[in-house]
T-cell receptor, first 112, second 110 residues
Framework: DSGVTQTPKHLITATGQRVTLRCSPR?????VYWYQQSLDQGLQFLIQYYNGEERAKGNILERFSAQQFPDLHSELNLSSLELGDSALYFC???????????FGPGTRLTVL | QQQVKQSPQSLIVQKGGIPIINCAYENTAFDYFPWYQQFPGKGPALLIA?????SEKKEGRFTISFNKSAKQFSLHIMDSQPGDSATYFCAASINNDMRFGAGTRLTVKP
């Protein structure tokens, strides 16, 4: 158990809908990262937040957005969902000054 | 743009064998190179990591070999066991910007 929690574990929705994925980092970790893992794309970095501020952006679509709240939990919002958005979404966290990222168990999103 | 190339895509070895997974990177600014292990339905878990000032690091049965001039690094698993069957990802990072390889599915046969 990495100490990173993610909810929900599974999510099934329809095209065009909007969903919110939630992540709680390990106690004391200020950085939160979001990744998308699909069968043909591997692990793709989406976005990083550090202590509430956006720190880095990867291959995140404009339909996707994220935020980190004062209690350091983070949410990833996915809107106007398409079939191709079906994937595993992972959250990871790290301590300030550390390169090591600890991953949560993931949320499996299925768009029908 | 794929910044970290990983091979092979899949690997089958017998119990006790030494699987080797290779990765190559492009950006010489990367300064942290971790390997992650992922079991089906689970998140990636950090296995071992190395920095470019070291050529080899060993933790238990897992060894990273690092060749800075060739911009390559590899994972060796000594005395592999069926329980090591998983997908392994290499990664390269700078300032927490981490880029992953495509993964290697390892099967260790009893």
């Amino acid at each position: 158990d990495s100490g990173v929690t993610q909810t929900p574990k599974h999510l099934i929705t329809a095209t065009g809908q909007r969903v919110t994925l939630r992540c709680s980092p390990r106690s004391g970790d200020l950085s939160v990262y979001w990744y998308q893992q699909s069968l043909d794309q591997g692990l793709q970095f989406l976005i990083q937040y550090y202590n509430g501020e956006e720190r880095a952006k990867g291959n995140i679509l404009e339909r996707f957005s994220a935020q980190q709240f004062p209690d350091l939990h983070s949410e990833l919002n996915l809107s106007s969902l398409e079939l191709g958005d079906s994937a595993l979404y992972f959250c990871a966290s790290s301590r300030a000054g550390s390169d090591t990222q600890y991953f949560g168990p993931g949320t499996r999103l299925t768009v029908l | 743009q794929q910044q970290v190339k990983q091979s092979p895509q899949s690997l089958i070895v017998q119990k006790g064998g030494i699987p080797i997974i290779n990765c190559a990177y492009e950006n010489t600014a990367f300064d942290y190179f971790p390997w992650y292990q992922q079991f089906p339905g689970k998140g990636p878990a950090l296995l071992i990591a190395i920095r470019p000032d070291v050529s080899e690091k060993k933790e238990g049965r897992f060894t990273i070999s690092f060749n800075k001039s060739a911009k390559q690094f590899s994972l060796h698993i000594m005395d592999s066991q069926p329980g090591d069957s998983a997908t392994y990802f290499c990664a390269a990072s700078i300032n927490n910007d981490m880029r992953f390889g495509a993964g290697t599915r390892l099967t260790v046969k009893p």
